[in-house]
């Protein structure tokens, strides 16, 4: 396994620590993309696309793939759907080995699935720029499940199921509690390889095909979560320069490609998510059978997805977007016309100029002192209260917006139900009707689940900014900064 990744000028060049958690992520999602390339063969296509598209995208820029930042070069997510409180609690252990932490509460309820979760994430902007791989985690919330004879079913196997292999658990133990100087290389490369065997695919269901069909029937997400030995990834997301391009390639490579892309409609200024996917294909799976005769069966569940990221917005702009998205949803709904037309019929209310979104409060910007006026801080003309227009107009600062390391719930709701194989019948899903109220209860669940608060995203990004202020005023050496109006 390579031991270091591809960097470009400004990288590190010293061998990195073995356990060092920003280069155990990075191996770990390494391992992970080569071992779902050969499970689902239609994720290497896609990643191909993605490096084609990007190649040319950057040619027209008179760039080519190693001017990216190295992050780019490995960016991907992934998404686990966990059975029990125990497993959500060993992943965050595991997780957390590898410098991921959770962000953002996602109440799956609000579309439907029996579900909530967390994205595991780095936080820090230094891990964020070395390697930014994140896994959407959700576990199964056993009292959404309507049937009180499918609770039960689904319970009682889930509470056999090993994931973690004692290996596994003794290596986290120790990570937590010994110096970490004290694991070896062979220890961190046994980590990658245990970790691996979590998400791992296996044709072998765990239950008979009667039991899979009345899981399924309830709902498909119960299904694939209960009837596996193992919580297979579902799909895995390389970050792409131009989504529409690849939605094309896609098409055009004949891979089964869903119809649209979710998220914000295409703008000069990107702002959170696009992401589109090719669809989860039907794979064959033996189920236990009578007298020791496996049955055949099939499964629907993983699939490849692809995504552009753009700029994190604020709480305002955020509001700005679910509300924009819920009327072109309403729209398109009501007049039966083209989504994305109606979408961006819509966003036009949106502005798509950085400037405006800044001054308007809508997107967060990392700021910096222009590199040229640092060695004279304290020497310009500047003093005491200064506002941040001021110090963008006279150079002395720049910006750029930050980059949105999360997900979208309606998106991923979009993505979700192009995957499910059609199964619409089940009983659980229609009433799933939630309330504020529930949802900050069941957010306090996981976090006492996780044992600590999970943070909002939008609090991580406005740290973000307003620490990048504080860098800029203290190199500068201003009292203050001044921004908004
Ligand atoms: C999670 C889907 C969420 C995304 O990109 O929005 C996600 C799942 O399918 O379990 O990965
Ligand atoms: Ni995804």
């Not at 008179?62 to 029990?84: K, M, V, Y």
């Not at 252990?93 to 579900?115: E, I, Q, S, T």
Request: with cysteine; net charge negative.
């Amino acid at each position: 396994m390579p031991s270091a990744i591809p960097q470009n000028g400004s990288a590190l060049h010293e061998e990195p620590k073995p356990w060092d958690p920003d280069h155990l992520r990075t191996r770990f999602v390494q391992a992970l993309s080569e071992m779902y390339r050969t499970e689902v063969p239609l994720y290497g296509k896609l990643v191909d696309v993605v490096n084609q598209v990007d190649t040319t995208t950057l040619q027209s820029r008179g760039q080519s793939l190693n001017d990216l930042p190295s992050r780019f070069q490995l960016e991907r997510h992934g998404a686990i759907r966990l059975g029990t409180q125990q497993e959500m609690r060993m992943i965050s252990r595991l997780f957390a080995v590898m410098g991921m932490f959770p962000v953002g509460y996602y109440d799956l309820k609000m579309v439907g699935f029996p579900l909530h979760g967390t994205a595991f994430r780095p936080q820090t902007e230094e891990s964020l720029r070395k390697n930014p791989f994140r896994v959407f985690t959700t576990v199964l919330r056993p009292d959404l499940i309507s049937s009180p004879k499918v609770r039960e079913m689904a319970t009682s196997i889930l509470s056999t199921r090993q994931l973690f292999s004692s290996r596994l658990i003794e290596l986290i133990d120790q990570a937590e509690t010994s110096a970490l100087a004290n694991l070896t290389a062979e220890d961190a490369n046994n980590l990658i390889i245990e970790s691996l065997k979590i998400f791992k695919w296996h044709s072998r269901s765990s239950v008979p095909l009667e039991t899979y069909l009345t899981l399924k029937k309830e709902h498909p997400m119960v299904a694939d979560i209960v009837c596996f030995p193992s919580a297979h990834i579902n799909h895995l997301t390389p970050r792409t320069l131009d989504i529409d391009a690849v939605q094309a390639g896609m098409i055009s490579q004949g891979l089964p490609a869903k119809d649209r892309i979710e998220g914000p409609p295409k703008r000069k200024c990107e702002i959170l998510l696009r992401q589109t996917s090719f669809k989860a294909l039907e794979e064959r799976v033996s189920f236990a059978g009578d007298a020791d005769h496996a049955i055949d069966g099939t499964h629907t569940a993983r699939f490849g997805e692809v995504e552009q990221r753009g700029a994190a917005v604020t709480r305002k702009g955020r509001e700005l977007y679910d509300a924009l998205l819920a009327k072109a949803v309403g729209r398109s709904e009501k007049e039966d016309k083209d989504s994305d037309k109606v979408l961006k019929e819509v966003f036009a209310e949106y502005p798509d100029d950085w400037e405006v979104l800044r001054k308007e409060g809508l997107v967060y910007f990392r700021y910096r002192v222009a590199e040229d006026k640092a060695p004279v801080a304290g020497t310009h003309k500047l003093e005491g209260s200064v506002h941040i227009n001021k110090l963008l107009k006279e150079g002395v600062v720049t910006c750029e917006p930050i980059t949105y390391e999360d997900f979208l719930p309606f998106s991923a709701a979009g993505i979700f139900t192009s995957n499910l194989g059609g199964e619409k019948d089940g009983g659980t899903e229609r009433k799933l009707q939630r309330t504020e109220e529930e949802s900050k209860r069941s957010r306090v669940q996981l976090e006492g689940l996780l044992g600590r608060k999970i943070p909002s995203e939008i609090d991580l990004y406005d740290e973000l900014q307003t620490d990048s202020v504080k860098e800029c005023q203290a190199l500068l050496g201003l009292s203050e900064i001044v921004l908004g109006a």
